[in-house]
């Protein structure tokens, strides 16, 4: 059920917002400021928007596919549904018992939403637009850290890094079974052609790559560097950025010869990562700020939002599909 609330809201927040009347048809990306509330950021020109009070301290967001709604992990049981376009707090999802903290993951269409609940052994799936729990997805494993959907829905992948195996849901089947992967997997991103899914092993320092039709792993090889937490598809499907905690480094790597192409160096370790929409730019949290990168030139372009009095941020980014 979906509690309404008229509250401001302060929020940890970064996310690739899309066509809205005031951003531009690119969109805007939403930075924590950290002197309290968000910075919107015009991503074609870098500029300031305006600033958009919001939430206490959410930990992962992820936004509409129509650039229209963010939905924001907010206290330990509950979803902030955040209007983009009006600058406001629309809805408070409540989760009731269950307590989400690093996987959110829209469909395609944004009409469903699943929601990691890490130490319950459980996905939840909720209906976007009402808030409604239509299903709760039992994996059986200590923490469900990150989530991803295949584009056709019918296949939940989940990263279980106390476990070393990533879950597959199926939810024609209504079935769940592991994979086994390398130490720690912390993520997990399917391919936009939905075949492949590529997983971050923090602890063993590898990329897995698992089929979608087989769920067999197809390959394991170094990830570029130590520790890698975060790996995402470019928008065509043709490279894969990883992030490492060990290193402020990106590793790119080609995702049909599944060979590293680049090493980019960055001012420190990245938090997260997102692509714009035309995939031109990449989107870098860092600890005091955030920095843009030409994915062609393999260049920081800027960094900004940085951080007033010497306090320091670490944003969530995330991109709708």
């Not at 950290?34 to 967001?61: E, K, N, Q, Y």
Request: charged fraction near 25%; aromatic fraction near 6%.
């Amino acid at each position: 059920m979906i509690r309404r609330t008229t509250f401001t809201l302060c929020a940890l927040l970064a996310c690739l917002v899309g066509t809205s009347r005031e951003a531009s048809a690119q969109g805007a990306l939403a930075v924590r400021d950290p002197a309290g509330g968000t910075l919107l950021f015009d991503v074609i020109s870098l500029d300031l928007i305006r600033g958009l009070p919001l939430a206490d301290g959410p930990h992962d967001v992820i936004v509409s596919p129509d650039g229209r709604y963010a939905y924001v992990v907010g206290t330990p049981s509950s979803v902030m549904v955040v209007d983009l376009w009006r600058r406001s707090l629309a809805s408070v999802i409540e989760l009731g018992d269950f307590s989400p903290t690093h996987g959110l993951r829209l469909n395609r269409k944004g009409s469903r939403l699943w929601v990691t609940a890490a130490e319950d052994g459980a996905v939840l799936e909720l209906d976007a637009q009402s808030g409604t729990m239509l299903m709760v997805w039992k994996t059986g494993r200590q923490l469900n850290h990150r989530v991803d959907v295949t584009p056709d829905d019918r296949k939940l992948y989940i990263a279980n890094i106390l476990d070393d195996v990533v879950t597959v849901i199926d939810r024609q089947k209504v079935s769940a079974w592991p994979i086994s992967t390398g130490t720690g997997p912390a993520d997990v991103s399917v391919s936009p052609n939905g075949r492949e899914v590529w997983v971050a092993n923090s602890g063993s320092h590898t990329i897995s790559v698992l089929s979608v039709r087989t769920d067999r792993k197809l390959d394991d090889f170094f990830a570029g560097a130590l520790r890698p937490v975060r790996l995402q598809f470019n928008p065509s499907g043709s490279e894969v950025w990883v992030l490492h905690r060990s290193s402020p480094e990106i590793s790119v790597f080609d995702a049909r010869t599944r060979e590293q192409v680049a090493s980019i160096a960055l001012p420190e370790v990245p938090a997260d990562i997102l692509f714009s929409n035309d995939g031109i730019r990449a989107f870098l949290s860092l600890p005091t700020g955030v920095v843009a990168v030409d994915t062609e030139t393999r260049e920081v372009v800027r960094k900004f939002a940085k951080p007033r009095r010497g306090r320091s941020t670490s944003a969530e980014l995330r991109r709708g599909h």
